[in-house]
C-alpha cells in the first residue's frame, strides 16, 4: 500500500513564526501535492511538484512556499505564519496513471 | 480557475436508502472525474473514478453516473449504510494528462440507523 506521511498530527504556532510542514511518500511518485481543507471550502491546491526541485503554484500560493530536495519528501513553509493560515493541511501524491493518495493531515493552528 | 460545484452540502439518509451527490464541471477538456471519501481525522481516499469515454461506472454499492453534454457527474450509494457516513468529494482533472485534480467543496453525508 502507499503510505503518505505527515510529520506532526497537531501543531499550534504562534504568529509571525517560521513553520515547516513536512510530507513523504514511500512509493517514488513524481507528484506531490499540497492542500489546504476548511469546511465549507474544501480542498484547495498550494503548491505542487512534478518532480525534484520543481514547483507550481496551485490556486492559494500567496504565504507559502515548498521545498523539494528529494523525491520522496516535500515540504510545506509558512514564511510568517498568520492566524488565517489555521487550517487543515493534506500532502498526497501520486502519477500521471494513478489516483492520488493522501497523508491523514496536519492540523495547524496559528494564535 | 477551474471549478468543479458539489451539491448539496450535507445529506441525511436512512439505512437501506440511496445517497446522491451531485456534480458539475465547466471544461469539456476534463477527462477524468474521480470521487474520494473521507473518514473524521484521516486523508481523503479514492473511492471511484470514471471517464468520458462511459456514461457510468459501478463498483458494489457505488455507481459513478456521468453526462458529458451536461457537464455533470453524480454518485449513488446503493442501500447505503451507516458506515457510509462520510464526506464526500468529487474532483475533476484539467484535461488529456493532468494530474492536477480540482476538488468540489464536498458533502458531508449522514447514514442513520
Known amino acids: 500500500d502507499v503510505k503518505v506521511t505527515q510529520s506532526s498530527r497537531y501543531l499550534v504556532k504562534r504568529t509571525g513564526e517560521k513553520v515547516f510542514l513536512e510530507c513523504v511518500q514511500d512509493?517514488?511518485?513524481?507528484?506531490m501535492f499540497w492542500y489546504r481543507q476548511d469546511p465549507g471550502l474544501g480542498l484547495r491546491l498550494i503548491y505542487f511538484?512534478?518532480?525534484?526541485?520543481?514547483?507550481e503554484k496551485g490556486d492559494i500560493p500567496e504565504g507559502y512556499s515548498v521545498s523539494r530536495e528529494k523525491k520522496e519528501r516535500f515540504s510545506l513553509i509558512l514564511e510568517s505564519a498568520s492566524t488565517n493560515q489555521t487550517s487543515m493541511y493534506l500532502c498526497?501524491?501520486?502519477?500521471?496513471?494513478?489516483?492520488?493518495?493522501f497523508g491523514n493531515g496536519t492540523r495547524l493552528t496559528v494564535t | 480557475q477551474q471549478q468543479v460545484k458539489q451539491s448539496p452540502q450535507s445529506l441525511i439518509v436512512q439505512k437501506g436508502g440511496i445517497s446522491i451527490i451531485n456534480c458539475a464541471y465547466e471544461?469539456?477538456?476534463?477527462?477524468?472525474f474521480p470521487w474520494y471519501q473521507q473518514f473524521p481525522g484521516k486523508g481523503p481516499a479514492l473511492l471511484i473514478a470514471?471517464?468520458?469515454?462511459?456514461s457510468e461506472k459501478k463498483e458494489g454499492r457505488f455507481t459513478i453516473s456521468f453526462n458529458k453534454s451536461a457537464k455533470q457527474f453524480s454518485l449513488h450509494i446503493m442501500d447505503s449504510q451507516p458506515g457510509d457516513s462520510a464526506t464526500y468529494f468529487c474532483?475533476?482533472?484539467?484535461?488529456?494528462?493532468?494530474?492536477?485534480?480540482?476538488f468540489g467543496k464536498g458533502t458531508k453525508l449522514s447514514v442513520i440507523p
Open positions: 498526497a501524491s501520486g502519477t500521471a496513471n494513478s489516483p492520488l493518495h
Open positions: 512509493m517514488d511518485h513524481e507528484n
Open positions: 511538484s512534478y518532480d525534484v526541485k520543481m514547483k
Open positions: 471544461n469539456t477538456a476534463f477527462d477524468y
Open positions: 470514471i471517464r468520458p469515454d462511459v
Open positions: 474532483a475533476s482533472n484539467s484535461g488529456a494528462g493532468s494530474y492536477q485534480l480540482t
